[in-house]
């Protein structure tokens, strides 16, 4: 029997027009299949399909879920238990969400617990371990609606704001003794006695500014006379007053009180007394008041209208755009660096709110978004979301409300935002389409955010821009093949052309021992001329740390991770050896616990070195490096950019952060410190990522006006990638790329399904590995089935792991019956006892 007895009430409705209603939940763990609950009668007009619901799931664990679907069918093979509370009276999940959800735990084989787990930001799941805590702009004294005597048991066992007490759920349901307490805690929520967080490090803390403002029954000229004819032996309050009527103008316009002004504003002035202020309140001639600020402090209207006219070149490409958007869905805006890309997709975004609609623009990475969340304000103001990874739990709340509310029309975002709960799209960019990272690796779902922004521009007729200077092959192959419209555009916005790109030989360089570390003469002294000239560097080392590799010189012994199969890297700013795979840290090593040797040294460079090197190079230089150790902090992207944008860097060396989409006007040359190492890659892309990195970091050479100058330094000039980056000619790169795809079988022709099994122990993923791939070859035939192999890094994080690829002809194979051949073959390993704690991944389109 069903815990929840006491929601039936005896006075419910006649049981002849009863309905009796289910819900399924979508669960935010990985079940396979949705739950159905029971809707208790007295609630079933309360239902939202979208709405969150909380349910009992397990013995004990109560959580909160999505209802995805209300019908009048119980489920047959088991007995539904009730709903236990319902949180939302509208939808925070809408519909064409919850299509897009389905069609991406279809398509990259994960389950719809997995993908909302995903999208929904945490504060938004609740479970038994979520907590409350009081709200800091609760008081106990001047509250507004008056509590019931289990709201004020509740209030009573959170203490004061303060002592920043917290509850879980399942204390506050032991403490009212009853199952129903949810009721409780939504009313607090109401009344804004208290608010919810999921973790700790979540705490919701909104931002309350204390604010006064003159008592109501003041606000009239001849009142205001009275009360100071009142106050004429107090000065002290006298000057507060006239400081406060000074800044806010109440006999001009009455209603301007209504705003008060920020009580620090009183408080803080050095020629005010903040008793006096004080008194004044406890008086009742100020009132204070609470208010609680957006974390978006954006003006209401844009600031200036700063937005550029459009060359001709633009223009005919943004009509180009919309000609195509007559007959198709999407268009690949193919446009050199620095052709101005950014400007058309400004006005195509102008158009589509015009028009109602909403938009969604994606970038790659966040630190391209702080330059290019500037260039939006100015045009969008307040009607501009801003969503990514660096973002409290709080702040995307507020995101995903406002999108909900309409308060946010255009969002701009890394790959996530593609979980937003849009309606109504009219038009989603994806800028940088060509870059991996917007696929996400781990956990599921492993999506493309470019492909699902596709399948959501589909669902809600949206139109979808794709836009590179360095497209995907895959993209451009549907360009080509008519199935995206082909915009180009050749060159670059005003004066800029395209920078001359040379390379230089560390080979001979070492020869003829001209090298200083890793730099050749020749890029040295170009950095040194640049900067003599007061313009900018950009320079870009594909690896982060100090060294990637510490050795003894003597008996060869080399530190590894004691999770992963990998050589530990060597940071010297905290003097640490560390895993780039699963965090792991040691201190450096300065005698080898082998040999006893003292002779350990470091072997190659990261971008820490290269900072480091050139500091003593070159004293005189600023220099900044952007990579994974220097922007851990939230706002520390901004500030590198804000710096280099001012000029108060010199030299920028980077991850490839740095070459993606950034705009610097006085950057006048980008040297590539060491290509060889982007070039060899094992994976059939690596070509396609090369070309597209040398370009786009070359891309950052002389944007505006001043000739750029690229320096790729490499062992072997002769490599015939580096033919076509010189010659900046994508369409001769593809020409040669598609040739290769098509001959080995890879995307666009074929679709690769990547299968990882992992296991603690060797020889048991090993086993399950062979089973797995003879299972596959049974189902799918011999030529489909690549491997097993151990991948290059086989162990990460104590798994080992076994990689089988599948290639699926894309014209001959049916997706969905091969995945069920997938999901059947997996359904086999799991099922033999011995491989109970085996992990089979499936990932769909991986990159
Ligand atoms: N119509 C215009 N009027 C004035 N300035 C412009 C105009 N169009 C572009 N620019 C300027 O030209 C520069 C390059 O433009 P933008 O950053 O949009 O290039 P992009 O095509 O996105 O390049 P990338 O592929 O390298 O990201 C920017 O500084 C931009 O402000
Ligand atoms: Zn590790």
New binding site residues.
Partial sequence: MSLALDFISPAAAPAADRVTLFADVILPLPLPRLYTYRVPFELNDNVVIGGRVIVQFGAKKTLSCIVAAVHETPPANYQAKYILEFIDDAPVVTQPQLKLFRWMADYYMCTIGEVINAALPSALKLSSESRIQLHPAFSREENEYPLTPQEELIVYALGSTEEGKALTFTEVGDLLGITSFHKVIKSLMHKDVIFLFEHTADKYAPKVVKKVRLAHHFVSEASIEQLFNSLSSKPKQLDVLMKYLQRVPVYQNEHSNQNGIEKAALTSSPHLSASAVNTLIKNGVLEQFDVIVSRFPLEDEPTAQLH????EA?TTARDEIMAHFGEKDIALLH?V???????IYIDLIRKALDGGGQVLYLLPEIALTAQIVGRLLRVFGSRLGVYHSKFSDNERVEVWNGVLSGRFQVVVGVRSAVFLPFDNLALIIVDEEHESSYKQYEPAPRYNAREVALMMANFQGAKTLLGS?TPAVETYYQAKQGRYGLVSLTKR??EAGMPDIELVDTRKAREKKTMHNHFTAELLGEVERTLGRQEQVILFQNRRGYAPVVACQDCGWIPKCTNCAVSLSYHKHSHELRCHYCGYHDSMVTQCPACGSRAVKTQGFGTEKIEDDLKIMLPQANIQRMDLDTTRAKNSYQQIIADFEKQATNVLVGTQMVTK?L?F?NVSLVGIINADSIIHYPDFRAHERAYQMFVQVS?RAG??GKKGKVLIQTSDPTQVIFDKVIRNDYVEFYNYEIVQRHEHGYPPFMRVIKMTVKHVEQGLGEQAAILLTQELVDRLGRAAVLGPEAPYIFRIRNFYLQEITIKLDRAHTALKWAKEQICAAMDVVKDQKEFKQARLVADVDPM
């Fill in positions: 550029f006219t459009l060359t633009q446009g660096t620095g052709a101005g890309k950014t400007e200077a916005f005003g989409g705009d006007a891309g944007r505006k």
